[in-house]
């Protein structure tokens, strides 16, 4: 068959909505066995703000904290923050675009968990600006117990972002992270020491960070870097390079303009010596 065939559909230009709701119909006629989980996820749903409200509520719920409570304080926080939608259909359409094992929109929001956690982290780091912490640890606890994904919900992160598999990530209180990053499992932006302050590592737009890797400290990834699989960065990292090894050092530029879209992890070894 013609390579071509197996291309994915173009992200639709304009709202996501409705291409998932159409999206889901399908799956309910081809998998009847998913027809409650579908339409309680997606196609019950008048928006795409209510659907992501409806999803934090049912995964984060425990004997703690009911379902319709955690559906209030989403609700609440996707009506005040519009900001939240976008941050969320930037996030789907970045897992679209760039993983390839996502061929439909509405695969995140049903099925992959590092969509689903970073969506949490947002209503999280939304009741922590607004002066609501005890609620956004709450929300940061039940993520890492859910999910296994562990994210203060003081971090800063950006929009456009993939968190791809998402096992084991560890982000800081003090971190921050760019437009358009892409990670993978088992990455850490961790701080060292006990000092308290501004202690974790800032992570520029477009960086790819690869399975296992470890940040740490108040230092700077460089704008389009890539950081190889299972390496240990600890000083600063120019723009577009390629950093590998423990500790970590470049051992070339990072060989595209946008690492973070091609998700290309095989680097070459002529630098390290």
Same mark, same amino acid.
């Given at each position: 068959?013609?390579? *071509?065939?197996?291309?994915? %559909?173009?992200?639709?230009?304009?709202?996501?909505?409705?291409?998932?709701?159409?999206? /889901?119909?399908?799956?309910?006629?081809?998998?009847?066995?998913?027809? /409650? $989980?579908?339409?309680?996820? $997606?196609?019950?749903?008048?928006?795409?703000?209510? /659907?992501?409200?409806?999803?934090?509520?049912?995964?984060?719920?425990?004997?703690?904290?009911? +379902?319709?409570? $955690?559906?209030?304080?989403?609700?609440?926080?996707?009506?005040?923050? %519009? #900001?939240?939608?976008?941050?969320?259909?930037?996030?789907?359409?970045?897992?679209?675009?760039?993983? %390839?094992? !996502?061929?439909?929109?509405? *695969?995140?929001?049903?099925?992959?968990?590092?969509?689903?956690?970073? *969506? #949490?982290?947002?209503?999280?780091?939304?009741?922590?600006?607004?002066?609501?912490?005890?609620?956004?640890?709450?929300? *940061?606890?039940? !993520?890492?117990?859910?999910?296994?994904?562990?994210?203060?919900?003081? /971090?800063?992160?950006?929009?456009?972002?993939? &968190?791809?598999?998402?096992?084991? &990530?560890?982000?800081? +209180?003090?971190?921050?992270?760019?437009?358009?990053?892409?990670?993978?499992?088992?990455?850490?932006?961790?701080?060292?020491?006990?000092?308290?302050?501004?202690?974790? %590592?800032?992570?520029?737009?477009?960086?790819?960070?690869?399975?296992?890797?470890?940040?740490?400290?108040?230092?700077?990834?460089?704008?389009h870097s890539r950081v190889a699989a299972g390496s240990v960065v600890l000083t600063d990292?120019?723009? !577009?390079?390629?950093?590998?090894?423990?500790?970590?050092?470049?051992?070339?530029?990072?060989? !595209?303009?946008?690492?973070?879209?091609?998700? +290309?992890?095989?680097?070459?070894?002529?630098?390290?010596?």
């Amino acid at each position: 068959m013609d390579a *071509q065939a197996f291309r994915k %559909p173009a992200v639709p230009p304009g709202g996501l909505w409705p291409h998932i709701q159409a999206e /889901a119909a399908a799956a309910v006629q081809a998998e009847p066995l998913l027809g /409650a $989980l579908i339409h309680a996820g $997606l196609l019950h749903h008048q928006s795409f703000r209510a /659907a992501l409200a409806y999803r934090f509520s049912l995964k984060l719920a425990s004997g703690e904290m009911s +379902e319709q409570i $955690l559906r209030e304080i989403a609700d609440d926080a996707h009506r005040r923050s %519009p #900001a939240l939608a976008r941050a969320a259909e930037a996030d789907l359409r970045a897992v679209y675009e760039r993983d %390839p094992a !996502c061929h439909r929109l509405m *695969q995140p929001m049903l099925f992959f968990k590092g969509f689903q956690a970073l *969506q #949490a982290y947002r209503i999280g780091h939304w009741l922590w600006d607004n002066d609501r912490r005890d609620m956004a640890y709450f929300v *940061q606890m039940r !993520c890492s117990e859910v999910f296994g994904v562990d994210i203060h919900p003081a /971090a800063r992160i950006g929009t456009g972002v993939m &968190i791809d598999h998402a096992h084991s &990530i560890v982000i800081g +209180e003090t971190a921050v992270v760019g437009d358009n990053v892409s990670m993978l499992h088992s990455v850490t932006l961790g701080g060292t020491g006990k000092e308290d302050g501004d202690r974790h %590592p800032k992570i520029g737009e477009g960086v790819m960070i690869g399975a296992g890797a470890k940040v740490l400290g108040n230092i700077s990834v460089g704008h389009h870097s890539r950081v190889a699989a299972g390496s240990v960065v600890l000083t600063d990292i120019p723009p !577009c390079k390629t950093v590998a090894g423990v500790p970590a050092r470049i051992v070339g530029d990072a060989g !595209c303009d946008t690492p973070s879209d091609t998700m +290309e992890q095989i680097i070459g070894l002529e630098g390290i010596v």
